[in-house]
């Protein structure tokens, strides 16, 4: 396939996504109000806390801001796979979309890029929020570290969200494995609170989870700003996450697919 032609099909599927979101402009406004009550919930929680509570050196409602922000921009990207393929399922689309010329990974993987680029708008507007409103004063930025940290880690959702995916073909029920790993994960991966106050089995958990160390270095380039150095650690860790989970995902993804063509299951839900 040429990059023209992948790109005419990107664009078509963000077309479709943006005339279907204009259809639902109430939705946007209880979603505009829900995060600012988030927002405000969370930036009194801290001051409940108090100032002296300065978690890896960070106040703590930047330290929330960031972690629930980042959290649910990754969470939401892994789901998009799996909701692409459940819709999909649905409609009973999804067996002729496995065999239309635009090869099974490349289509889920468009359709999901175009979810994610919406969650990054929301994250962007969230992060943005939380700071002109409740906390104005600018965060210091290393854009380089942002950036490399930001790659990664949609490396890391494209690759689980490739394996949440394959999960859906096999068993029609991926997004109850996914919320369980997904509400797990909110203990483990740092988003309210350190993961060194954790047990120390539970801490050496939360470092084999790839989330842990995203969320790490995005406070460290979106709020030390002092750049790649300080992230180092996190970013070559990050990049064997990468290595390793990326071809398992799209393995699993094309296994899942493969099985489900010689049993007969492919149109199943």
Not at 44 to 71: K, Q
Not at 110 to 120: D, I, M, P, Y
Not at 180 to 207: C, D, K, Q, V, Y
């Amino acid at each position: 396939m040429s990059i023209s032609a992948l790109v005419d099909k990107a664009l078509a599927i963000f077309r479709r996504d943006l005339l279907t979101s204009s259809r639902y402009r109430g939705a946007l406004i209880f979603t505009a109000i829900g995060t600012l009550a988030e927002l405000a919930a969370f930036y009194y929680l801290a001051r409940a806390v108090g100032p002296s509570f300065r978690p890896e050196g960070f106040d703590y409602f930047s330290f929330l801001l960031v972690g629930t922000g980042f959290y649910t921009f990754l969470l939401m990207g892994i789901h998009s796979f799996l909701q692409s393929v459940q819709e999909a399922q649905q409609t009973g689309s999804f067996e002729v979309l496995m065999t239309t010329e635009t090869s099974a990974p490349v289509l889920l993987l468009l359709t999901a890029t175009s979810a994610c680029a919406r969650n990054l708008v929301q994250l962007i507007l969230y992060v943005g929020a939380g700071f002109l409103i409740f906390k104005p004063v600018a965060p210091s930025i290393s854009i380089s570290a942002v950036l490399l940290t930001f790659t990664l880690s949609l490396g890391i959702v494209i690759a689980i969200g490739f394996m949440a995916a394959a999960l859906q073909v096999t068993f029609q029920k991926g997004s109850v494995i996914l919320w369980a790993l997904g509400s797990s994960a909110w203990l483990l991966t740092g988003t309210l609170f350190p993961i060194s106050n954790l047990p120390h089995p539970l801490m050496l958990a939360a470092r084999m989870i790839p989330i842990t160390h995203a969320l790490a270095s995005m406070r460290l380039a979106l709020l030390a700003g002092i750049g790649l150095g300080a992230v180092r650690q996190e970013i070559v860790t990050l990049s064997v996450f990468c290595a390793f989970l990326l071809p398992l995902g799209f393995w699993a993804f094309s296994y899942s697919l493969h099985k489900a063509r010689q049993e007969g299951t492919l149109s199943n839900y």
